[in-house]
């Protein structure tokens, strides 16, 4: 039908994000073991603490199994082929200030929509960049420093704040969580690391931008957010890849840490490279994300915006430790042509009062599979729980599927739990009606594929907002009404 | 403006329309009435370019173009609208933004710059309050959960913004109470104007009341089987459309003849 095709047209663009920065690398042999693992952290300069923390990671993997409950498909993975640290030549420690940041990954920046000289940036948005293994740049630091703020690369906090990533790291992601975060655990590289002091309100949008460059290598960030008393923080994070032929394995963790009265909203456009038409490369996003609400009336809410990856495999979940604190997780998920993704979230319910909202829209075209998966868990001490999930799902063509998994874990009488769910198709008529309106088949899917999405992009920041519209295939719909 | 020669068209091999001559030209309105079934919707859709219809037909012009090669977003650019028996619900996009989006389509095909968002809100505004539209309709999502006549009150009014050259509505007034009626004809009188065509399908003559005619043509199996001034319109009322069957079976259904100028979309 002339229709799907059409249809088609608006999600399988060219991946224009697939080009590969020619540049001298410092890196790892492939492979895993104990030397890797003590070759990263001499690399890294790491004091013995972290060291220690990476290799009780590593023997706990060597005893787990790779999951295989998700609704997933994929060959067997060469862990011992793959490369665990790969850094630009030179840049072992981070560069001190713009100047020393090598031309050619500024250019690769450039490229990708995120300036990195501080004067042309998105006014209000800090970036710290992440190229394979390490972080390149991290902008208006000192602006924030001022402010009590640390934002800079994981690796720099390590030498930096050891002991706020002393009692934080592991705290809400242990080294033993799951089979990609202990892997993740043993040989992270990179990623970010953002502390807000008591009572100050980030002024700016904070973000990370992760590129995957080289060859055969993983990328295995991690992330820690520190929000302390009464603080707020917006945290924003993209990704892109080059096209490759073969899989290349993405396995980050994230931990929000939020505390008495804080507040940490976190969004991910994640657009990894899919693979082709045929399926073949990709990135396999294995992901574990997780934040502690541990403070009272504190707030963690994930927005998520899942375009790219062969695979995507995660659970943005919140723990709601604190009295009256509030959890949510805001979703769109694409499959195209062959991508999977299994993602959903986690809500544990601890403390009283708590309230947690799910909105997942999943789209699925071409042979893509959209599964959602959620669990909400409410425990005995959780008196007045409150949770409501609603998930969508919109079928473009036949040979797609959507599939939901919800998991209800209920053991107090006194928590309300609502589940929603729906699947639809986009209708010929709907087109035929926007078409008779003098829009075109093309901008009907988006306008239609738009106003599904609605509230979960409303979630978005503005400057995030607009990337996630573009990725989408729909011009800008809010600003009027 | 639009000249239409010997127009069939069949869903699945099911023949609907039977071969229709119609001529209409600026400042005229047109009524088509008939029984259920008769193809009125079908012509209407047809007119509009829905391709779920295999479409045959000497000639389809639309000032002096030929219709039939024109996508469907195209005739609505250059200016034919059809306000829909059933609108259709599209969640999650607001009535305001979506109107935009077509006036600016259709803007940009004329030549004409698009209107920006602020300047469209106030445009928009004025023309909603003729027809009772508050601004918290302009802003839900677009048909979603709208009364009937709330719906097609929803169509006058995109009709109304799009300024089309030539309007076909219909069933516009199928579902409306008195007072919706009246909101809608006073909609539809409003557009008349020397540039412009109207073509309306309806069932009853009560609309024709207030939207009077230049001409009524009776549809029934697939073809316009009387045309006359509006008191064709009173006798049907009159009558009832029983009084055209002898008429209708007179005039043996012969199977559409496929012709050199044929336009098949699917």
Known sequence: MSK????????????????????????????????????????????????????????????????????????????????????PKGRGEGAKSLAEVDPELLRTYEKLGIPLQERELLAGVAVDAVFDSVSVATTFREKLEQLGIYFCSFSEAVQRYPDLVQKYLGSVVPYSDNF????????????????????????LELSTYFRINARETGQFERTLIIADQGSYVS?????????????????????????????????????????????????????TKRGKCQGV????????????????????????????????????????????????????????NTKSTIVSKGISAGHGQNSYRG????????????????????????????????????????????????ISKIGDDQIFYCQQRGLSAEDAVSTIINGFCKQVLKELPMEFAVEARKLLGVSLEGSVG | MLRIRKLSASIDGKPILRGIDLDVRAGEVHAIMGPNGSGKSTFAQVLAGRDIYKVVADEVTFNGRDLLQMAPEIR???????????????????????????????????????????????????QAKALGIDDAMLKR????????????????????????????????????????L?????????????????????????????????????????????????????????????????????????????????????
């Not at chain 1, 994930?302 to 709601?320: D, F, H, N, R």
């Not at chain 1, 409501?388 to 006194?414: M, R, W």
Request: hydrophobic share 35%; glycine share 8%; with cysteine.
């Open chain 1, 4 to 87: 799907d095709l059409k249809t088609m047209d608006v999600l399988t663009r060219e991946y224009p994000y697939g080009f590969v920065t020619e540049i001298e690398e410092d890196s790892v042999p492939a492979g895993l073991s104990e030397g890797i693992i003590r070759t990263i952290s001499t690399k890294k300069n790491e004091p013995e603490w972290m060291l220690d923390w990476r290799l009780r990671a590593y023997r706990q993997w060597l005893t787990m199994k790779e999951p295989t409950w998700a609704n997933v498909h994929y060959p067997q993975i060469d862990y011992q082929a793959i490369r665990y640290y790969s850094a």
């Open chain 1, 180 to 203: 990609f975060a202990t892997l993740n655990s043993a040989v992270f590289s990179d990623g970010s690391f953002v502390y807000v002091p008591k009572g100050v309100r980030c002024p």
């Open chain 1, 235 to 287: 945290y924003l994070e993209g990704c892109t890849a080059p096209m490759r032929d073969r899989n290349q394995l993405h396995a980050a963790v994230v931990e929000l840490v939020a505390l008495d009265d804080a507040e940490i909203r976190y969004a991910t456009v994640q657009n990894w490279y899919p693979g082709d038409k045929e399926g073949r490369g990709g990135i396999y996003n294995f992901v």
């Open chain 1, 297 to 352: 009336n504190s707030k963690i809410s994930w927005t998520q915006v899942e375009t790219g990856s062969a695979i995507t495999w995660k659970y943005p979940g919140c723990i709601l430790m604190g009295d009256n604190s509030t959890g949510a997780f805001y979703s769109v998920a694409v499959t195209n042509n062959y991508q999977q993704a299994d993602t959903g979230t986690k809500m544990i319910h601890i403390g009283r």
């Open chain 1, 375 to 422: 669990m909400v868990k409410v425990l005995k001490s959780a008196e007045n729980a409150r949770n409501y999930s609603q998930c969508d799902s919109l079928l473009i063509g036949d040979k797609c599927g959507a599939h939901t998994f919800p998991y209800l874990e209920v053991k107090n009488s006194t928590a309300r739990v609502e589940h929603e769910a729906s």
């Open chain 2, 76 to 126: 609505a650019r250059e200016g034919i609208f059809l306000a829909f028996q059933y609108p259709i619900e599209i969640p999650g996009v607001s009535n305001l933004y979506f109107l935009r989006a077509a006036v600016n389509a259709v803007r940009s095909h004329r030549g004409l710059p698009e209107l920006d968002a602020v300047d469209f809100m106030s445009y928009a505004r004025e």
């Open chain 2, 141 to 180: 999502s677009l048909n979603e959960g709208f009364s009937g006549g709330e719906k097609k009150r929803n169509e006058i009014f995109q009709m109304t913004l799009l300024e089309p050259r030539l309007a076909i509505l219909d069933e516009s007034d199928s579902g409306l109470d008195i007072d919706a």
């Open chain 2, 182 to 266: 009246k909101i809608v004809a006073d909609g539809i009188n409003a557009m008349r104007s020397p540039e412009r065509a109207i073509i309306v399908v309806t069932h009853y003559q009560r609309l024709l009341n207030y939207v009077v005619p230049d001409y009524v043509h009776v549809l029934a199996g697939g073809r316009i089987v009387r045309s006359g001034g509006k008191e064709l319109a009173m006798e049907l009322e009159e009558k009832g459309y029983g009084w055209l069957e002898h008429e209708r079976s007179e005039c043996k259904p012969d199977r559409a003849q496929p012709s050199k100028n044929e336009a098949v979309t699917s």
